[in-house]
């Protein structure tokens, strides 16, 4: 209890350092808490989905360049969808970003 209380004399007597030893550890362990909830819900957490082994990803191709990845168009999805004989289900997304 004496070591407490010399500790707790000690750093109001350098209230800087004080300052700058909390802030250091409040800055420390919210990082710490922002990278495990990173890698919690990308790496550890299990996808939503009830075989997510099975999970797909089609995209168009140019001609002119094979390796690249193009985005198909609605009706495109629409025709995948209609004529797929391979998939349970399908769904469509992009990653574009907009500006409001």
């Known amino acids: 209890m004496t070591d407490l209380k010399y500790a707790v004399r000690m750093l109001l007597k350098a209230p800087g350092f004080t300052a700058i030893a909390v802030l250091t550890l409040a800055l420390g362990m919210g990082a710490n ?4 909830s990173v890698v919690d819900t990308v790496l550890l957490r299990p996808l939503p989905f ?17 390796s690249s990845r ?16 391979s998939f349970s289900a399908m769904a469509a997304y992009t990653g574009a970003s907009t500006v409001l």
Not at 33 to 36: D, G, L, Y
Not at 50 to 61: K, R
Not at 70 to 85: A, K, L, M, V
């Open 70 to 85: 193009e985005t198909d168009s609605f009706p495109d999805f629409y025709d995948y969808r209609e004529q797929s004989q």
């Open 50 to 66: 009830e075989n997510p082994e099975q999970l797909v990803s089609i995209w168009g191709t140019s001609l002119k360049d094979p």
């Open 33 to 36: 808490s922002a990278i495990f």
